[in-house]
């Protein structure tokens, strides 16, 4: 096969089959394909798109590319729950919790940060002690005698995507569907679970901008799952603001933890709960996704979902004290307010420059070689809705350089729009696939 002759066809609108892309992606993984090749066809896909058959080949090429996780040793129906990426996103550690106090076994491998989106393995490496590498056999074990345990996916899971991933990272060809699609499922497909909760971002702060292509995401992403044979399920979620309050790693963890008390901000309680729900229903814990809704609530008014958050800490190496006491988390030793310029109604608060803003204090990395300062980030003092008065604080950001916060604060205070109407909020839940 001829790689250009490949890349031609796509950059021209033409089809590619199955061969051809175990040709490009098996090349590229082996090294026979060098990147610059890969990086033109990538953003001929950027451009032309791929078929419905295409984007099915290309994931199964993906996973094929590396192990398949074998969870056969956990018992239960296992569910994994996968985030499209957004900004102050910590769900996972509070539904992986919820899920597994209602009785569903959670084996879940997780990312890192991936550009201005936060990780559920850089928060959870926020917490003293905590370890993301397991044997494997101590993870099974984890999770049948606790009912859950959170690793970072190793390299041998879909290791095409890893390498595709960071070259699309680089050649702005992240957003697009078939490509985003092909790089979640391959890897959701290896980890092994009986099925996956997908929760699909839309907004400012999402890969996908509208909710038509959030919608889009979502059937090819269920179409795929179940042609695998998982249970699947993808809820739709809003993503033009921040979710919660805190962004940044040890903040997020602080957060997530509020909410597990009953203490949180209530946007991020509520799509928990919503997020659980369905995976205990997925899971074959409840009779309706209503059910499994009404179960993770009791979860959390019980203090089951604490309790479990505890056992699963203290499972992977870490101190289940945080539960109790969040001054045990890191904070970063510098702050600065960003306060309001004029009184008003908050319209918005633009996740993306959030994001961004966030990475900047040192909570995410600008390269994959960064180190992360798990005590930076942002604590938003207010949502869009909240009224304002001129000099009330914003925000707060924390970071252990005074360079990076004067930076990321410039950047920070152009997200927030400040009019003089109370605006429309859009609603937390915009669909569900199934
Ligand atoms: N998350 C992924 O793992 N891959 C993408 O392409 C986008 C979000």
Redesign the pocket.
């Known amino acids: 096969m001829n790689t250009v002759e490949l890349i031609t066809r796509k950059r021209d609108g033409g089809e590619l089959t199955r061969e051809e892309l175990h040709y490009l992606v098996q090349g590229f993984t082996e090294g026979s394909i060098p990147d610059y090749q890969m990086s033109a066809f990538l953003m001929a896909v950027y451009y032309q798109g791929m078929n419905r058959d295409e984007t099915v080949w290309l994931t199964q090429e993906m996973k094929e590319s590396g192990d398949i996780a074998d969870l056969s040793k956990v018992r239960g129906i296992k569910i994994d729950k996968h985030s ?2 957004g900004v102050g996103d910590k769900t996972t550690l509070i539904v992986g919790p919820l899920a597994a106090a209602c009785g569903v076994p959670v084996a879940k491998m997780s ?1 890192r940060g ?1 550009g201005f ?1 936060g990780g559920t393995v850089d928060k959870l490496e926020a917490i003293p002690g905590f370890k993301t590498t397991l044997p494997e056999e101590e993870f099974f074990e984890l999770v049948n005698n606790s009912g859950i345990a959170v690793i970072g996916q190793t390299a041998h899971i879909a290791p095409a ?1 890893k390498k595709i ?1 960071a070259l ?1 990272d680089v050649t702005a060809t ?1 957003e697009n569907l078939s ?2 699609t ?3 499922m391959s ?1 959701k497909l290896a980890s092994g679970s009986d099925g996956i909760l997908l929760d699909v971002k839309c907004g400012s702060g999402a ?1 996908m901008k509208s909710e038509e292509d959030a919608r889009r995401l979502a059937e090819m992403m269920v179409e795929i799952g179940k042609a695998d044979g998982k249970k699947m399920m993808a809820v739709i979620t809003d993503m033009n603001q921040p979710l919660g309050n805190a962004v940044g790693n040890a903040l997020e963890v602080r957060e997530a933890i509020e909410v597990l008390q009953g203490k949180g901000p209530s946007d991020i309680t509520e799509l928990s709960v919503e997020l659980a729900g369905r995976m205990i229903w997925l899971g074959g814990c409840a009779a309706t996704p209503a059910e499994g809704v009404a179960k993770a609530g009791q979860a959390l008014t019980s203090g089951s979902g604490l309790q479990k958050f505890r056992e699963f800490v203290s499972g992977q190496g870490g101190d289940p004290a945080v539960a109790d006491d969040l001054s045990l988390l890191p904070l970063s030793s510098c702050s600065k307010e960003i306060l309001a310029d004029r009184s008003g109604y908050i319209c918005g608060i633009d996740a993306m420059t959030i994001g961004l803003a966030s990475q900047h204090t040192g909570a995410g990395r600008q390269t994959k070689e960064d180190a992360i300062d798990h005590g930076a980030g942002i604590l938003l003092h207010h949502k869009a809705g909240d009224r304002v008065e001129a000099g009330e604080a914003l925000m707060t950001l924390y970071s252990d350089e005074v360079s990076k916060l004067e930076s990321a604060s410039l950047e920070a205070a152009k997200a927030v729009q400040i009019g003089d109407q109370a605006p429309e909020l859009p609603n937390l839940i915009h669909g569900v696939v199934e």
């Open positions: 499209t990426g990312g991936l989106t995507d991933y699309r992240v490509l985003i092909s790089s979640i890897k890969f």
